[in-house]
């Protein structure tokens, strides 16, 4: 039979691929103790936001001509698509696992 090892618990959150919230990381290692899970999940739901409406401004900008460059405002709109697919897999995985919780016996 093999030999079980424990499950080791999760260093830090690390979301390099999406650009912009980098700075997640900089400002949970400068507070100090270890962040609550909420307030991580706020400051993420925070920044996606931001991304979402900085991607409408861009929008509006190329609209009335102050941004010339399309690729610009391209690249805001995929940043901030990211961003909210990933916030959609984030919440979907929580709520199978409060869904699974819910099943448990007691």
């Given amino acids: 039979m093999t030999e079980m090892n424990p499950i080791r618990p999760i260093d830090g959150l690390k979301i390099p691929e ?16 270890s962040p609550s899970f909420s307030k991580v999940l706020g400051e993420y739901f925070n920044d996606v936001n931001s991304m979402q409406n900085n991607a409408a401004q861009s929008v509006r900008k190329l609209a009335t ?3 010339t460059d ?10 901030a698509d990211v961003a909210f697919k990933l916030m959609m897999e984030i919440r979907n995985k ?3 696992a409060y869904k699974e919780i819910i099943k448990t016996p007691l």
């Fill in 70 to 79: 399309i690729h610009q405002v391209m690249m805001a709109m995929n940043e």
């Fill in 18 to 33: 999406v650009p912009g919230l980098s700075d997640i990381q900089t400002r949970l290692n400068k507070q100090q103790g």
């Fill in 65 to 67: 001509g102050e941004i």
């Fill in 94 to 96: 929580l709520f199978a």
